[in-house]
């Protein structure tokens, strides 16, 4: 029975002893954690900038769309057959320059029987006229001679406008397309014949978001590229809408660029850069530096080795930065890394980016 109890009592002791250890080893580890007792954390190092005042362009990057500068289908205003064609496809014509003309044979003749009509009708308010001063006949025999007249001397003007419209002319200097007719054939107004296209300057449309509306100007400077080339052209913005527009919240810009060479072609994209107005004295920092809350936006800040909030106003942003507006002071060491997991008076040990 003695040896029943030492056994026991062993057991007893080793287990003791054993809850003790692990005990000793736990308190142990928590204090190496802490800092070796009661000490404090180490530092978070955190990386951050100095930032001092320094001008901000800001540059939109937008999508746009190639026009030509003028550009018409032409159609005829009259139908007939198509007797002549005096244009090649893809070469150059000028204003005024006769580009189709429609059989115009039933029209002459109509033109030929409405001027006996014009001119008998003259010689009968001549008479009437003449009879009228004589108290032959009366001032409502005359008006109806005199009536008769102008009504014939109308359709005569009118024949002859529908016989001008058979010559149809290039509205202005430009490039001819592609025709869709051939001699012979029957040309209505709904008749395509070819598309006129003056590219010699061709207009840029893109639209900027609302918020910058105030910042655009007519007379404004834009560079854009083209797909297939990394050639930047030069244009100028010669107009705007009047209204933003309500669906997507943008203002439409056009402007106008030289293609004296014809490397643009309209009906391709543009890529745009929108120079904005340049903020003189402006805080830069990253946009990773800038904290959403519920009452704005903050960032953090080391002063004496501590990590400090500070509520800021914020401006343009762009792709990799954006403006401080209010809140900074030049000098101060705003943090860029670790500041969703920071709380305010952490100690931080910070490492310093050079600002480029």
């Keep these: 029975m003695k040896v029943k109890y030492i056994v026991y009592t062993l057991l007893i002791v080793g287990i003791g002893a054993l809850v003790y250890y692990r005990i000793s080893e736990n308190k142990k580890q928590k204090a190496e954690q802490s800092g070796g007792g009661g000490g404090k954390k180490p530092p978070m190092a955190v990386n951050g900038i100095v930032v001092n005042p320094q001008e901000f362009s800001n540059i939109l990057s937008l999508s746009g769309s190639i026009e030509a500068n003028e550009q018409v289908q032409i159609t005829s205003e009259v139908s007939g057959i198509a007797q002549s064609i005096y244009f090649q496809e893809g070469t150059t014509v000028s204003k005024g320059q006769v580009l189709l003309k429609i059989n ?182 990253p946009t990773e530096a800038i904290v959403p809350v519920q009452n704005g936006k903050k960032v953090f800040v080391s002063r004496k080795g501590k990590a400090q909030e500070v509520m800021v106003t914020t401006g343009t942003r762009t792709d990799k930065d954006i403006v401080v507006l209010e809140g900074l002071k030049a000098g101060d060491t705003v943090l860029t890394t670790g500041v969703l997991t920071l709380k305010n008076d952490a100690d931080v040990k910070v490492s310093v980016t050079p600002v480029k």
């Design 104 to 285: 115009d044979i039933e029209l002459r003749a109509q033109a030929g029987q409405t001027k006996t009509a014009q001119n008998l009708a003259s010689e009968n308010e001549r008479r009437a006229k003449l009879l009228l001063q004589k108290e032959a006949i009366s001032q409502e025999e005359y008006d109806i001679a005199s009536a008769d007249f102008k009504t014939a001397q109308a359709q005569t003007q009118l024949l002859n406008a529908q016989i001008a419209k058979t010559s149809i002319r290039a509205p202005f200097s430009g490039t001819i397309g592609l025709r869709n007719i051939s001699p012979g054939t029957y040309v209505t107004p709904q008749t395509l014949i070819t598309t006129l296209v003056n590219s010699s300057k061709v207009k840029i449309t893109f639209s900027v978001p609302e918020k910058y509306a105030s910042q655009i100007k007519v007379s404004s400077k834009i560079t854009f590229t083209v797909a297939g080339t990394n050639e930047k052209y030069n244009a100028t913005i010669y107009a705007l809408e009047p209204a933003v527009e309500v669906a997507t919240r943008t203002l439409r810009i056009r402007a106008i660029a030289d293609n004296a060479n014809g490397k643009l072609l309209p009906g391709t994209f543009a890529n745009v850069d929108l120079p904005l107005d340049k903020t003189l004295d402006a805080f830069v920092v």
